[in-house]
């Protein structure tokens, strides 16, 4: 016989921010934020532990704590709809499009039980009667009293550190003009609350509620529980010889289990001194009975070690129930789900119980607000330690809400989350600074990260110099159409650091650049310059950019500084009677002449084109064919400083970022290492960020310069596959001062990766503070832009020539052929 639900529905109003059953339960709802799975260490689970224990503890008697947590299946949405995306962000939100994941829920409701109320069996509950409200609910000291004591539950979780909690108000508890409430929510087993198509609740054939058919497995009996509990568990996949990786002992049930599911916790805190009492009596009981049967005998010592344990430790006793309802729209992978559960609980040592006959009391029992009418024979005696062991402790990674940062994987099912790794940290007070330091060896996906981080930061409006060895963002520097500065015979490396751009002007910093230039031209390493010689050459540039000024026809270079001198300067020194052991202007002009129209390097100082790099947000120095050169390097690298530092002092409020790849061995070698120190010393206070990329451990041990001025005052630091350093990681560990949770968390990186999709793990730390290991995965188009291997950029190099030059256009057709391919 059909019955309404409204006649039956336990939950009789909601008022004053809270539930109202019809057998007088009382009910104060929280939202909860969990920590992130995969990030807590075994110490901050035992602590976590601790304080739901206190909190358990400090509920009155009669009160049912019931922690409701969701996991719906779901897919990721991208906003197509923004006009600013770029063809790699296009090309990402389209490739992650649809990708599914868990979108985890959890709510905590907390229900005082009216004094006298009786409890429930799987025979009787209000699924099948209605009895009126008891007189006692309608005294406020009482309600005030309970919710007094949820508000200090709820400190006590907050305290800790780990989780927030939020009270659910009228508004969020009741259902709305086409939106629903908690309640409705379950009823129809949907977490999205704009949806409100209402079904029927079945019982005849097994628990179907709308089109979803449900299966439910309980922990209930102390028979089918684990021997051994505990906060956390070892994680096989990504624990190593070396390290043990840590998740809550409860995460198979809840992020861990790969389906649609509600994972319902219950403690029942009755009156600790009857329930000893009971258990008292039934032991002398058992104690007469056991000489006719060896099962009363154990279980008179079973009950005996229990009260022994509640009296000499001070324990809570408590009742405790816990089940897991999963649900599909497809019968035959009912069969699927119940594998999936029985595994999981496998995995805690635990036995699943499938419910058939009780279901359905459970599942009533499960509505929010309706925990005080769970059957009381499905529940077993234990400790409130114990109890707390079984709750989940974990969601899934969050997004962070602020504009800037890169997007990257969760490390369970790479759906995208926004990282931001630069600015949140500073405002919160976890970092103070910017600086990154990236570690990974040859292969691991350290030049991936570095140009998805690089683009991620361009398209924010970022500023970026890049000194790079090995042209691994040759790709990207085409797509984004910067300048990109290398050498080669036919196109050698040109420069002008003479040029100023329009709405520029001469500075003493432009000027002093251009003076340590030509000193650096003039000057051997080990020679000194005096006094007169660098006044003059200030009189010579200040004189230089006057006749600038009024000349129009003249182009600022070398080649027409150069004949200044000749020219112009010369007089000046000999109208001025400037001696030559003051300042030899011939042996000048003598020394600087291969860089002149003619000479052997005219192309160095002179160029023409990729001139405004003040305002360009995008430049590549690519070092790999001069590195070795004693002239070009030096020179070269003078102009890196000058072009970086001008960009830092120059361009208020606008993000800069200079990262440095292999090229800073060579760089420390050439008397630059005190540049490097004073970049990542000051460069926080000029809205900038430094970043040093390097491969070899060995690199960070011998440079006193990583060693010290990098890495001390570089927050964030970012490491990629290190398992081949597994066996001296030591050494890695003292040198980065990582702790014990993040040695685990890096020796974990790719260890059980999705062999169906292509991808590699990344460790991010920020500030010793905040770790996690996140999925570097790309779209097609991305990984083209990426790429370094030598075969892939022929084929995107071919591809752009096909379509006219446009890289865009090349990368699409050849992703789009790849994809036809795989």
């Not at 990766?753 to 793990?761: L, M, S």
């Not at 950029?793 to 096909?802: D, P």
Request: hydrophobic letters at 35%; glycine letters at 6%; aromatic letters at 12%.
């Amino acid at each position: 016989m059909e019955k309404s639900i409204e006649n039956i529905l336990p939950i009789m109003d909601i008022e004053h921010d809270c539930i109202l059953s019809k057998q007088g339960d009382v009910t104060v709802a929280f939202r909860v934020e969990l920590p992130e799975i995969f990030t807590l260490s075994d110490q901050e689970y035992e602590a976590f532990h601790h304080a739901w224990v206190k909190a358990i503890r400090l509920l009155p008697k009669f009160t049912v704590f019931h922690k409701q947590d969701w996991f719906a299946e779901s897919g990721y949405a991208p906003d197509f709809a923004s006009e600013d995306s770029s063809f790699l962000s296009r090309s990402s939100d389209l490739f992650f499009n649809e990708r599914p994941f868990l979108d985890h829920s959890c709510y905590i409701f907390l229900t005082k039980k009216p004094t006298g109320r009786k409890a429930s069996t799987s025979l009787f509950s209000n699924l099948i009667r209605t009895s009126p409200v008891p007189e006692d609910v309608i005294k406020m000291s009482v309600l005030q009293e309970f919710v007094d004591s949820t508000g200090q539950f709820r400190k006590i979780i907050e305290d800790s550190g780990f989780a927030r909690l939020e009270r659910m108000t009228n508004d969020l508890l009741r259902s709305r003009p086409r939106e629903m409430g908690v309640i409705e929510r379950y009823c129809t087993l949907t977490e999205n609350p704009g949806s409100f198509l209402m079904g029927d609740i079945v019982f005849d054939d097994g628990l179907k509620v709308g089109d979803k058919h449900c299966q439910i497995f309980t922990l209930g009996d102390a028979a089918d529980l684990p021997a051994l509990c505990g906060s956390r568990i070892n994680f096989d996949r990504y624990s190593t010889d070396k390290t043990k990786f840590s998740v809550g002992f409860a995460s198979t049930l809840g992020q861990l289990l790969p389906c649609g599911h509600i994972y319902n916790q219950y403690v029942f805190i009755d009156d600790g001194q009857k329930t000893l009492q009971k258990l008292e009596s039934k032991r002398l009981r058992l104690q007469s009975l056991s000489a006719y049967s060896r099962e009363n005998l154990l279980a008179r010592d079973a009950t005996n070690d229990f009260l022994n344990e509640a009296i000499s430790q001070q324990r809570q006793p408590v009742k405790a129930h816990f089940n897991v309802m999963v649900w599909t729209e497809d019968k035959e992978k009912k069969k699927d789900l119940k594998n999936m559960v029985s595994s999981a609980l496998a995995q805690m040592d635990a036995v699943a119980k499938q419910e058939t006959v009780g279901a359905a009391q459970i599942y009533w029992a499960g509505i929010p607000g309706n925990s005080a009418d769970f059957p009381m024979n499905d529940t077993f005696d234990t400790f409130a330690e114990q109890a707390a062991c079984f709750l989940n402790l974990e969601t899934g990674y969050r997004s962070s809400i602020s504009p800037v940062g890169i997007r990257l994987g969760d490390r369970l099912t790479g759906k995208p989350v926004h990282v931001d790794i630069s600015d949140e940290p500073m405002e919160k007070g976890i970092c103070t600074n910017r600086n990154k330091f990236i570690l990974g060896p040859s292969g691991s996906g350290k030049s991936f990260f570095t140009n998805h981080m690089v683009r991620s930061y361009y398209e924010q409006g970022t500023h970026i110099v890049l000194v790079d060895v090995g042209h691994s963002y040759k790709g990207l520097c085409d797509m984004l159409g910067g300048y990109y500065f290398t050498y080669d015979e036919k196109n050698p490396i040109r420069f002008n650091p003479f040029y100023i751009g329009q709405g520029d002007q001469l500075d003493t910093e432009k000027k002093e650049s251009i003076k340590t230039l030509l000193l650096a031209l003039w000057k051997k390493d080990n020679e000194t310059y005096n006094r007169s010689e660098y006044v003059a050459l200030s009189n010579a540039l200040q004189l230089y950019y006057e006749k600038l000024g009024n000349c129009e026809g003249i182009f600022a270079c070398f080649d027409s500084f150069y004949e200044f001198l000749q020219e112009d300067f010369v007089k000046v020194l000999e109208r001025d009677r400037v001696k030559e052991k003051d300042f030899d202007v011939n042996n000048f002009l003598y020394v600087l002449r291969p860089y002149y129209r003619g000479g052997e390097f005219d192309y160095l100082l002179n160029a023409t084109e990729n001139l405004d790099m003040l305002s360009e947000r995008f430049i590549v120095f690519e070092l790999d064919n001069i590195k070795d050169h004693p002239i070009l390097f030096p020179v070269v690298t003078i102009i890196i400083m000058e072009v970086f530092i001008s960009k830092m002092r120059k361009l208020k409020g606008v993000r800069k970022m200079i990262l440095i790849e292999e090229a800073w061995k060579a760089i420390a070698k050439e008397g630059m290492a005190e540049y490097i120190k004073y970049l990542f010393k000051t460069v926080r206070k000029f809205f900038g960020e430094a970043v040093v990329v390097t491969q070899e451990v060995e690199d960070i041990i011998s440079s006193p310069v990583v060693k010290q001025a990098i890495i001390n005052n570089s927050d964030c630091k970012i490491l990629l596959d290190q398992s081949k350093y597994q066996n001296k990681f030591e050494q890695i560990q003292e040198l980065l001062g990582l702790t014990e949770k993040e040695k685990a968390l890096v020796l974990s990186v790719n260890k059980a990766n999705d062999e169906t999709k292509r991808y590699k793990e990344v460790f991010i730390s920020l500030g010793g503070v905040l770790s996690k290991v996140y999925r570097t995965e790309v779209s097609m188009e991305e990984y083209l832009a990426y790429t370094t291997e030598e075969k892939e950029k022929v084929k995107v190099h071919a591809y752009t020539e096909k379509y006219g030059g446009d890289i865009r256009k090349g990368i699409a057709a050849l992703a789009n052929d790849m994809r036809n391919v795989i």
